[in-house]
């Protein structure tokens, strides 16, 4: 194959494509899973069953974990994609805590998908709530968020059956482009909203 | 051998001793199977007689370190003598007297690549660089490193195959199938899954009915069947040689009549032998029976499906320790740019293959083409029979087939770029440099989980490429 009239294509050519391909691969994955670890989670095991998100804790094993997006799919085990599977089950309760910070005043839609319930605050005020015990569902609220940095808090409690914890957001000029915007996990930064990494590590 | 082949070489042994190598006798800790393997080992020290699984020739060479090192002076590893299964060992325990043989075979195997490839291609750049495949395999690396019998068995039959490669251009005389009997029949003494290695024979025999009569088959036959024959009678002759007391802990399947032999100290008597042999295959096969089979659907399964060898499932997680947010660990997990090479090019193989016999595809040239298809033979032969063997298999099941893929990249690259690798043309020159140097960047970028290097949960998560290994870092 004939490319102007200087390069001639051959299969040496493909061999060393195949060598870049190679090479595109190390470098993908080494880049792709690297994570920036965003939110700490504190989870406390209960020694007695907890029914609600604000039943007092009998505190059994304490830990606190950091991870870059709050991502806990539903299922009958506790599982993180990066973390793998947790040996949690039931009656525990996790304290999310993140930063966030916008660049300018603007509309956030907070998605977050729960078994059983949780607590959305942004700077010490609530914005999202469910407190009873509910299989894997959905809550949304949009607020406005002025420019700045703030603190994101969510606490999240596990009765007993399936669990799980996924949040999202979305970023928009007015309620409705917030609403329609492509949501993104809780934890991962997007361009009008950066989640600030943490200083420590596991 | 001309001087730029030994230069390869000494460069190779000098890689290999960092690879394989140096620092094998850490950590001091135990290793997947050496529970089994060194309690083996011990009672050959000790003369306590036993029964094994596998065939005696590996766990001999295991005990063979350790009585020439004897690094374990003034430790009492009686208790080894009293299980099959080592649950605790001593404190200030070495391993580098049980696992000396094993990564000194391991390291060898190096140079045998080497010559296996150089004999293939001529070529000895291309050999050289094709030695990286199996040089910088951090699975590879993982399980040689240990008392294991895999990297023992790997040496026998690497010299089977170069012995195969070098004779088979030749005119071969009865004298050839005998050596390659004698590698064959130690490959075997190590581990039964060598028995693959009946198929080299086969492939000299089919070449030579065509051009010799069947008499001088029938001589080169025996003549083969008396080189694994004599190394089955001798290895199992030593083995009961050894076992000069009864055990205290396990009858085994000592009959009457070997108790007998062991009290009255016949054990060493050629005349006691086949009582002794059949009352060992009989423990062999028994043992098998009760091997378990492999449940996927079991939490912590360490076993995988040979299917999914070829894409390196499933890593085992041999050992590890944690200290505070690090964690060490001992991972057998391949080199991702190796066995990606290794799958592609078995893969690669069977398409030549299938093109020439059904297409007509020409062929470029004959020699390489022939070589392809043996060892394609060999390849397809031992997943289609490991994929009948109902008990639990291993990732490192695979290693036989694997160095044989790798084998088989070198035939195929080779063989599209025979005249630009004779003309030294750049691109391709540049290129295979280029696929060596990403074999050594992963090996290094996985060498952690080979050499018990600590990891945050971040790095070992950097590592995870892809979920269906099954990497799982500890918590």
């Known amino acids: ?202 | 051998m001309t001087k730029k082949i030994n230069y390869y070489l000494v460069l190779l042994v000098f890689m290999g001793f960092y690879t394989y190598f140096y620092n094998y006798q850490n950590p001091p800790k135990q290793i997947w199977d050496e529970n089994y393997h060194i309690a083996s080992a011990q009672k050959y020290i000790d003369h306590i007689a036993f029964m094994e699984p596998h065939p005696p020739l590996g766990k001999m060479l295991i005990a063979l370190g350790e009585v020439i090192l004897h690094p374990n002076k003034g430790i009492d590893k009686s208790n080894f003598d009293r299980t099959d299964y080592i649950k605790n060992f001593p404190k200030n325990l070495s391993f580098s007297g049980y696992r000396f043989f094993p990564t000194l075979f391991a390291w060898l195997n190096i140079v045998l690549f080497f010559f296996i490839l150089n004999e293939l291609v001529k070529s000895d750049i291309l050999a050289f660089l094709g030695s990286f495949l199996y040089l910088f395999d951090n699975a590879i690396i993982v399980h040689s490193r240990t008392a294991m019998l895999e990297p023992i068995q790997l040496f026998f039959i690497f010299c089977s195959i170069l012995w195969f490669v070098k004779k088979s251009e030749t005119k071969r005389e009865w004298e050839d199938y005998l050596i390659l009997g004698i590698f064959s029949g130690l490959a075997l003494m190590v581990k039964a899954n060598s028995a693959i290695l009946f198929l080299l024979f086969l492939i000299w025999a089919f070449k030579d009915l065509k051009i010799i009569e069947l008499a001088k088959i029938v001589t080169k036959s025996i003549a083969y069947a008396f080189g694994v024959g004599i190394i089955f009678l001798g290895v199992f002759y030593l083995h009961f040689a050894l076992g000069k007391k009864l055990p205290t802990h396990k009858k085994y399947a000592f009959s009457k009549e070997y108790i007998s032999i062991i009290k009255k100290n016949g054990v060493a008597n050629p005349l006691n032998f086949t009582t002794m042999l059949k009352d060992n295959l009989k423990y062999m096969k028994n043992y098998e029976k009760g091997v378990p089979k492999l449940n996927l659907c079991k939490p912590g399964e360490n076993g995988s499906l040979f299917i999914g060898w070829p894409l390196g499932i499933k890593a085992i997680n041999y050992r590890w320790e944690k200290h505070g947010p690090l964690v060490k660990y001992i991972y057998l997990q391949g080199n991702p740019v190796t066995w990606a090479i290794g799958a592609m090019a078995s893969f690669l193989s069977i398409v030549l293959i299938v093109g020439v016999i059904v297409f007509n595809t020409p062929i470029k040239n004959t020699r390489i083409f022939e070589y392809i298809l043996s060892f394609t033979f060999i390849y397809i032969s031992y997943m289609t029979a490991v994929g009948m063997i109902p008990r639990v298999m291993y990732l490192y099941h695979y290693f036989i087939p694997l160095t044989i893929s790798y084998i088989l990249a070198i035939l195929l690259l080779y063989y599209l770029f025979e005249e630009e690798i004779k003309k030294n043309d750049k691109i391709v020159l540049f290129s295979i440099v280029l696929i060596a140097s990403a074999i050594v960047f992963t090996w290094w970028f996985y060498s952690p989980l080979s050499y018990y290097k600590p990891l945050t949960l971040e790095e070992f998560n950097q590592r995870i490429w892809l979920g269906y290994w099954q990497l799982h870092p500890i918590r």
């Open chain 1, 1 to 202: 194959m004939d490319i102007g009239n200087s390069i001639r294509l051959d299969k040496r050519h493909a061999l060393l494509l195949f060598v870049f391909t190679i090479w595109a691969w190390i470098g993908f994955n080494i880049y792709s899973h690297a994570t920036v670890n965003t939110i700490k989670a504190t989870i406390v095991q209960s020694m007695k069953p907890i029914r609600s998100l604000d039943d007092n804790i009998f505190q059994g094993k304490k830990e606190a974990l950091y991870i870059e997006s709050l991502n806990f799919p539903k299922g009958n085990k506790f599982y993180h994609p990066h973390h793998g599977f947790l040996h949690y089950k039931k009656n525990f309760k996790i304290f999310f805590d993140t930063y966030m910070e916008t660049t300018k005043d603007q509309y956030i839609d907070f998605v977050i998908y729960s078994d059983d319930g949780f607590r959305l605050v942004v700077d010490k005020k609530t914005v999202l709530e469910f407190t009873k015990d509910r299989p894997f569902k959905k809550s949304e609220k949009i607020i406005r968020l002025k420019s700045g940095k703030h603190h994101l808090h969510i606490k999240y409690f596990q009765g007993y059956g399936q669990l799980g914890i996924a949040g999202y957001y979305s970023v928009g000029k007015s309620i409705q482009s917030a609403k329609n915007s492509k949501k993104i996990l809780i934890g991962k930064s997007c361009d009008d909203l950066r989640f600030l990494p943490l200083g420590n590590s596991n």
